[in-house]
T-cell receptor
Framework: GQNIDQPTEMTATEGAIVQINCTYQ??????LFWYQQHAGEAPTFLSY??LDGLEEKGRFSSFLSRSKGYSYLLLKELQMKDSASYLC??????????WGAGTKLIIKP | IAGITQAPTSQILAAGRRMTLRCTQD?????MYWYRQDLGLGLRLIHY???????GKGEVPDGYSVSRANTDDFPLTLASAVPSQTSVYFC?????????????FGPGTRLTVL
C-alpha cells in the first residue's frame, strides 16, 4: 500500500534551524512536494524534488533520497510566521499526490 | 486577481439534504481536484478532472459527484449528506493533465452535517 510517515508535531525556537522528515512508500514515483498550511488556510506550495539531492530556496531547502524513500524539509532562521503545518506529498505513478497528515511546527520566541 | 474561489466559505447542513460546493478558477488550468481534510489525516482525493468534459474517482468518492462542463468550474455535489461528510473541502487546480505540475488550492469550504 501507499504510506507517508512524518512527525505529528515539532517545536523550535525563533532564529533556529529545524528539519522535518518524511518517509514514504508509493506505487511508482513522480517526485515529492512540500506544502505549508497555516491554521484555517489552504495549503501553499513550497518545493518539488524529483532527483536525489538538496534543493535550496531562500530559508527553505528540501532534500530527496529516492532509494531510501526519504525526504526532509529544512527551515533556517526560523520566524514566528513559520508556525504552520508542513505537508509531505509524494506523487505516484498515476500522477496523484499522496498526502501525509502533516507536521505541526510550533515556533517559540 | 487570478486564482481559485470556493463557495460557500462555511455551511451547516441537516443530514439527508443535498448540497453543492462551488469551485471556480480563472487560470485556464486543465486539471482540477476536490479534496477533503479531516483532523489527523492527510488530504484525501474525492474526485478529479484532467480536462473539461472528463472526471475520475479518487480515493474517497462514495457519496459525492462532480461535473466539468467547462474549464473554469468544478462543482462537488453531496446528494444526501451524512454526518461523516463533516470536513473541510478544498478545491485545487494544476496547469497540465496527469503531470507533475504544482497544484494550487482554493480557500476551502468548512462543512458541518448534523
Amino acid at each position: 500500500g501507499q504510506n507517508i510517515d512524518q512527525p505529528t508535531e515539532m517545536t523550535a525556537t525563533e532564529g533556529a534551524i529545524v528539519q522535518i522528515n518524511c518517509t514514504y512508500q508509493t506505487s511508482g514515483f513522480n517526485g515529492l512536494f512540500w506544502y505549508q498550511q497555516h491554521a484555517g488556510e489552504a495549503p501553499t506550495f513550497l518545493s518539488y524534488n524529483v532527483l536525489d539531492g538538496l534543493e535550496e530556496k531562500g530559508r527553505f531547502s528540501s532534500f530527496l533520497s529516492r532509494s531510501k524513500g526519504y525526504s526532509y524539509l529544512l527551515l533556517k532562521e526560523l520566524q514566528m510566521k513559520d508556525s504552520a503545518s508542513y505537508l509531505c506529498a509524494p506523487m505516484d505513478s498515476n500522477y496523484q499526490l499522496i498526502w501525509g497528515a502533516g507536521t505541526k511546527l510550533i515556533i517559540k520566541p | 486577481i487570478a486564482g481559485i474561489t470556493q463557495a460557500p466559505t462555511s455551511q451547516i447542513l441537516a443530514a439527508g439534504r443535498r448540497m453543492t460546493l462551488r469551485c471556480t478558477q480563472d487560470m485556464r488550468h486543465n486539471a482540477m481536484y476536490w479534496y477533503r481534510q479531516d483532523l489527523g489525516l492527510g488530504l484525501r482525493l474525492i474526485h478529479y478532472s484532467n480536462t473539461a468534459g472528463t472526471t475520475g474517482k479518487g480515493e474517497v468518492p462514495d457519496g459525492y459527484s462532480v461535473s466539468r462542463a467547462n474549464t473554469d468550474d468544478f462543482p462537488l455535489t453531496l446528494a444526501s449528506a451524512v454526518p461523516s461528510q463533516t470536513s473541510v473541502y478544498f478545491c485545487a487546480s494544476s496547469p497540465g493533465q496527469r503531470s507533475t505540475d504544482t497544484q494550487y488550492f482554493g480557500p476551502g469550504t468548512r462543512l458541518t452535517v448534523l
